[in-house]
Each structure stands twice: as structure tokens, then as C-alpha cells.
């Protein structure tokens, strides 16, 4: 007998991957996933911008020509609860993990590194619609409650992802020959490839040249995480 909640709301979720996740990656073989306790309050995106030095000799002035953009950062604050009092009647006749369970799991899987790669997962953050590629960048842990014996009760992990987008397709992104905007969507549940071209482009004619451009065998079966590229129209 199963005691789920219709409305209950699907928490957040990191899946770490060892090889980079590509447009036609497979995001069902995780090699492990970390499930938030609670909602995250906010969701805080930097972006910025390099631009190279520049001055003429005996001037003030200095120019500003730009360089490169770099890889988007997401910070997200999770709190750690060992105190029971996010659950509620049976729920806590169920065998919890410990605070410090929990953070030994984040940073086994987003931090330490990984023995079949050497080097830290790659990484995949789902909450409902939204989707971030990454990899981790920095983690602050700070413990706030302790039990008499010293046993952490509760901790926040303040976490910083950098994006991580496979090169080929970063550098599509930044296509400066074209004079138009190139569009990237990241897929959601129930998304078509048709309903993407109708949203970009105004026709869900387009969709066989954006399937062309994404290089997909199977353009029917979008997967929800996966990154496309919807150039700019041949003229």
C-alpha cells in the first residue's frame, strides 16, 4: 500500500553522470542522485562577461574590447533537517539518513573524484521544468544545530554550479558569423520538436532543419534535459 500525496511537489534533484551528458545522452543511467530535503528558496544565476585590456600610450581612457563569455554560475542553498521535523506520521517509522549521511552523499557525488574518470561527475539539476547542465564549483557547509552528543542536527549547503555545455554545441552558441540570434531550449516533459520550431521560429515547418542541425537520429523522442540549437534560418 502506497501512501503518496497527489499534491505533493517533485523536489529537487542533482544526477551525476562520469562522461559529459550530450544532446543525445542517455539521463537515465545516472551513477548516483541527490534528492533536496526541502524546496530550495531561490534559484541565483550570474552571468559574465570578459572583455581584454586596452590602453594607448599616454591616454586614461581605456578600451573595452570584448574576449569571451563565460559559463553561466547557479547558486542554490539546500538545508540539511535531522531533527524529524519535516516528516510526519508513518513517514518516520522509516529508517532516515543522518545529516552527516546526507552531506558525505552530496559531495561524493558532485565533489570528490570519481575512480573510473579521475576527475570530479558531471552533473544534471532537475526541478520540475527547470534543467542545469554543470559541474561543481564551490560548496560551503555550515552545520546550525548539534545534538548534547555533538551530532549535527541541521546543515546548509551553499552551493555554486558552473554550467557545462559539450564544446561542439557551446560553440555553435556562439556562432559570430551569423548576423541573427541563435536560440538554444533546453527539453522539457512533453515537449515536440515541431512546438519548439513553432516558438522560435513562427512555423512548425522548421522542425526537419532543426533536427538537421542538432544531428538527431530520432527527432520523435526528445529527451527532458537535452540541449538544442535552433539557428538562425537559411536565407
Known amino acids: ?10 523536489k529537487l534533484k542533482i544526477l551525476a553522470f562520469e562522461e559529459r ?14 534528492e533536496a530535503m526541502f524546496y530550495p528558496e531561490t534559484l541565483k544565476w550570474s552571468y559574465q562577461i ?16 570584448f574576449s569571451h563569455n563565460r559559463p553561466s554560475d547557479l547558486n542554490i542553498k539546500l538545508l540539511l533537517d535531522g531533527t524529524g521535523v519535516h516528516e510526519m506520521g ?15 552523499e552530496f559531495l561524493g557525488l558532485t565533489y570528490e573524484i570519481n575512480g573510473n ?53 557551446r560553440a555553435r552558441l556562439e556562432n559570430r558569423s551569423s548576423p541573427d ?21 513562427g512555423n512548425s515547418a522548421h522542425y526537419l532543419f532543426v533536427a538537421e542541425q542538432n544531428r538527431l ?6 529527451t527532458p534535459g537535452q540541449a538544442l540549437v535552433f539557428p538562425p534560418l537559411p536565407k
Request: charged residues 25%; aromatic residues 8%.
Open 21 to 34: 551528458t550530450t544532446r543525445d545522452g542517455d539521463f537515465n543511467n545516472p551513477v548516483g542522485t541527490f
Open 1 to 10: 500500500m502506497t501512501l503518496d500525496n497527489p499534491f505533493k511537489l517533485e
Open 217 to 222: 537520429d530520432d527527432f520523435r523522442n526528445l
Open 90 to 104: 508513518i513517514l518516520q517509522l522509516g529508517t532516515q539518513k543522518s545529516v552527516r549521511e546526507r552531506i558525505d
Open 50 to 65: 570578459e572583455y581584454g585590456e586596452g590602453q594607448g600610450v599616454g591616454s586614461g581612457d581605456q578600451a573595452a574590447p
Open 117 to 169: 574518470t579521475h576527475e570530479p561527475n558531471y552533473l544534471l539539476v532537475l526541478w520540475g521544468e527547470f534543467s542545469y547542465t554543470c559541474r561543481l564549483s564551490t560548496v560551503d557547509v555550515t552545520c546550525t544545530a548539534f545534538d548534547k552528543d555533538g551530532k549535527v542536527l541541521r546543515a546548509e549547503l551553499n552551493v555554486t554550479l558552473v554550467s557545462d555545455v559539450e564544446p561542439e554545441l
Open 181 to 201: 540570434l541563435t536560440h538554444t531550449r533546453v527539453v522539457k516533459m512533453g515537449d515536440t520538436l515541431p512546438l519548439l520550431a513553432k516558438e522560435i521560429y
